[in-house]
């Protein structure tokens, strides 16, 4: 059994054009100003300090704690406006450098494009804004049925259309690549930790078996042959002399099967990958374990905790940016049989 972990609440003060409410329709989940909560561990295990990184998780007052994507990027740029002033301070006037920062949240449901994505038509916008039904039963405290509209926003990373939604963990991490405080990451070091920290999540905590590929960014989970592969986090990095914005995004609960009602991504083709579907935990134990028992055991800002922890220990242990001795530089995609 995990530790349980108790929530010590502040806020995060955000700037004011940096969060409008989420829009929805029927129930509405509005994120406004988000408190930014900690956790001290309250079980008989030894708490599991971060020794460098500095973890903030998002959550709004309300039903389900969702936090509006305009939300988390404000408190983003905030966070990397201190990194990027600091590096443009002559050498001899730097104080010590400020500590690499994550940011963790659960969504309110949002459409993102990639920054060379052309503008949406009226016809797309109409369906990728439709009203989405959110319900997520299977937890500690389910998420009641709940109607949102989403929101759509072109972004500054690479790659195609994505989803962020409730169900759904999303990791930013704001660090110097090139910071003093710890071996430097290439661009692709950097996007092999994000997926190792991920995989390393899905394995200790459900046993679940992931790999990734040189061509597909993300994290993919196992398929039997002849039916199509499975992607569990989709990633998309932006960087700025260094420093990083965005990350990967963890499917824990969110809807993967059903109409365009309840299921967002049948509204486009996640990432433009045609002919591959997308899942998550939940749809993984269910097809696996025959339940989704294991799921509560966790919450979301513990689960967003643990992966922090591991996030934290690759900072400091180049040896822990890949998995299972994997080279951190190298994606490995495996061939699995049914």
Same mark, same amino acid.
């Given at each position: 059994?995990?530790?349980?972990?108790?929530?010590?609440?502040?806020?995060?003060s955000?700037?004011?054009?940096g969060?409008?409410?989420?829009?929805?329709?029927?129930?509405?989940?509005?994120?406004?100003?988000?408190?930014?909560r900690?956790?001290a561990n309250?079980?008989?295990?030894?708490?599991?300090?971060?020794?460098?990184?500095?973890?903030k998780h998002?959550?709004?007052?309300g039903?389900?704690?969702?936090?509006s994507?305009?939300?988390?990027?404000?408190?983003q740029?905030?966070?990397?406006?201190?990194?990027?002033?600091?590096k443009?301070?002559?050498?001899d006037?730097r104080?010590?450098p400020?500590?690499?920062?994550?940011?963790?949240?659960?969504?309110?449901?949002?459409i993102?494009?990639?920054?060379?994505q052309?503008?949406?038509?009226?016809?797309?916008?109409?369906?990728?804004?439709?009203?989405?039904?959110?319900?997520l039963?299977n937890?500690?405290?389910?998420?009641?049925?709940?109607?949102?509209?989403?929101?759509?926003?072109?972004?500054?990373?690479?790659g195609l259309?994505?989803?962020?939604?409730?169900?759904q963990?999303v990791?930013?991490?704001?660090?110097?690549?090139h910071?003093?405080?710890?071996?430097?990451?290439?661009? &692709?070091?950097?996007?092999?930790? @994000?997926? =190792? %920290?991920? !995989?390393?999540?899905?394995? #200790?905590?459900f +046993? $679940?078996?992931?790999?990734?590929?040189?061509?597909?960014?993300?994290?993919?989970v196992?398929?039997?042959?002849?039916?199509?592969?499975?992607?569990?986090?989709?990633?998309?990095?932006?960087?700025?002399r260094?420093?990083?914005?965005?990350g990967?995004?963890?499917n824990?609960?969110?809807?993967?099967?059903?109409?365009?009602?309840?299921?967002?991504?049948?509204?486009?083709?996640?990432?433009?990958?045609?002919?591959?579907?997308?899942?998550?935990?939940a749809?993984?134990?269910?097809?696996?374990d025959?339940?989704?028992?294991?799921?509560?055991?966790?919450?979301?800002?513990?689960?967003?905790?643990?992966?922090?922890? &591991?996030?934290?220990?690759?900072? @400091?242990? =180049? %040896?822990? !940016?890949?998995?299972?001795? #994997?080279?951190? +530089? $190298?994606r490995?995609?495996?061939?699995?049989?049914?």
């Amino acid at each position: 059994m995990p530790p349980r972990l108790r929530p010590q609440t502040r806020l995060f003060s955000l700037p004011a054009s940096g969060r409008p409410p989420a829009s929805c329709a029927g129930d509405q989940v509005r994120a406004g100003a988000s408190p930014v909560r900690t956790y001290a561990n309250i079980s008989r295990e030894p708490p599991h300090l971060l020794r460098l990184l500095a973890h903030k998780h998002l959550a709004s007052p309300g039903r389900g704690s969702f936090v509006s994507y305009d939300t988390a990027h404000a408190a983003q740029e905030s966070l990397r406006s201190v990194l990027l002033a600091w590096k443009n301070l002559p050498d001899d006037q730097r104080p010590d450098p400020p500590r690499p920062h994550l940011l963790s949240f659960e969504p309110t449901p949002t459409i993102t494009l990639g920054r060379r994505q052309t503008s949406l038509t009226p016809a797309q916008s109409s369906r990728l804004q439709a009203p989405l039904r959110v319900v997520l039963p299977n937890r500690p405290e389910p998420v009641p049925d709940t109607s949102f509209t989403p929101d759509v926003r072109q972004t500054a990373r690479g790659g195609l259309t994505t989803y962020h939604g409730p169900g759904q963990l999303v990791f930013w991490p704001v660090i110097d690549m090139h910071s003093p405080q710890y071996d430097h990451f290439s661009v &692709l070091s950097y996007a092999a930790h @994000l997926e =190792a %920290t991920t !995989r390393r999540l899905l394995a #200790e905590l459900f +046993s $679940l078996e992931s790999y990734t590929t040189r061509d597909e960014p993300g994290v993919w989970v196992p398929a039997p042959q002849g039916q199509p592969e499975r992607k569990i986090a989709a990633m998309g990095v932006h960087h700025r002399r260094h420093v990083t914005s965005l990350g990967i995004a963890l499917n824990i609960d969110v809807p993967v099967a059903g109409p365009e009602g309840d299921n967002p991504w049948v509204r486009f083709v996640p990432c433009g990958l045609e002919g591959k579907v997308v899942t998550s935990v939940a749809a993984e134990l269910q097809q696996r374990d025959g339940n989704v028992g294991k799921m509560a055991e966790w919450d979301m800002p513990a689960l967003a905790a643990r992966w922090a922890r &591991l996030f934290d220990e690759g900072l @400091l242990d =180049a %040896t822990k !940016r890949g998995v299972d001795g #994997e080279d951190a +530089s $190298l994606r490995k995609k495996k061939e699995h049989a049914s």
